[in-house]
């Protein structure tokens, strides 16, 4: 393999479960490891989050890095769909300018167990202030009253039920909590 | 901007890899990938 040839590995990440990634390996006979990242944290602390997702939820973009001993990264490719893949003249330089570099440490940060890292340019993680979020559960509390009358399927009416209730009781502990925050 | 974080991933046999060991002695090329979705 022309990577291995200059020097460097190679090494695949996506949210498949090992299962499916040894399928893949042994389909496609890749001379290359495949790893598992079913929760997407590693993925998003390196920024190659898909925003879309996937029909299972969320999924990495397709991006190559060239990462060198010296925790550098010469190269750095993110595609914008699926079909989309690096010129690899650039890529092959890239490995030849980063190969003779000496290791310097790398932190560890991300593992497989960590929960996804909060984002703040994601509007889905940026907090809700405590005095926001009564309201807010509120808000969707009634919204969910409202729609459980409109519904003529029973199943349907169960689940939004169940939600209803669960929204009553994130009320009431967000109600709770902001009194042993700001007693009176 | 993308930052070297390191990660510690089982791989297809289940098998731990973490980053930070293979740059010890080799540069790695990290590609990510939508998977079978």
Avoid: C
Avoid at chain 1, 65 to 72: L, P
Avoid at chain 1, 122 to 140: F, K, S, T, W
Wanted: hydrophobic share 45%; glycine share 6%.
């Amino acid at each position: 393999m022309e990577f291995t040839r200059r020097g460097a590995a190679v090494v695949g990440v996506s949210v498949d479960s090992p299962a499916e990634n040894a399928a893949m390996v042994e389909k496609l006979r890749l001379p290359f490891p495949l790893l598992s990242d079913p929760t997407a944290a590693t993925i998003a602390a390196w920024n190659v989050y898909d925003p879309v997702g996937g029909t299972h939820g969320p999924i990495a973009q397709t991006a190559i890095f060239v990462v060198g001993r010296d925790v550098r990264i010469p190269y750095a490719y993110v595609g914008h769909d699926y079909a989309d893949r690096p010129p690899l003249a650039a890529l092959y330089s890239a490995i030849d300018t980063v190969v003779g570099a000496s290791p310097r440490p790398l932190e560890a940060r991300a593992t497989e167990t960590g929960p996804r890292p909060l984002d703040a340019g994601n509007p889905a993680d940026r907090p809700i202030p405590l005095q926001d979020l009564v309201p807010y559960l509120r808000g969707g509390y009634f919204t969910t009253n409202a729609v459980v009358t409109r519904l003529a399927d029973p199943a349907a009416k169960d689940e939004l039920e169940r939600t209803k209730a669960m929204l009553q009781e994130f009320m009431q502990a967000a109600v709770a909590t902001r009194r042993m925050i700001q007693p009176g | 901007m993308t930052v070297v974080v390191d990660f510690t991933l089982p791989d297809e046999r289940g098998a731990s890899y973490r980053l930070a060991d293979h740059l010890r002695t080799e540069t790695v090329v990290v590609l990510f990938y939508r998977g079978d979705w």
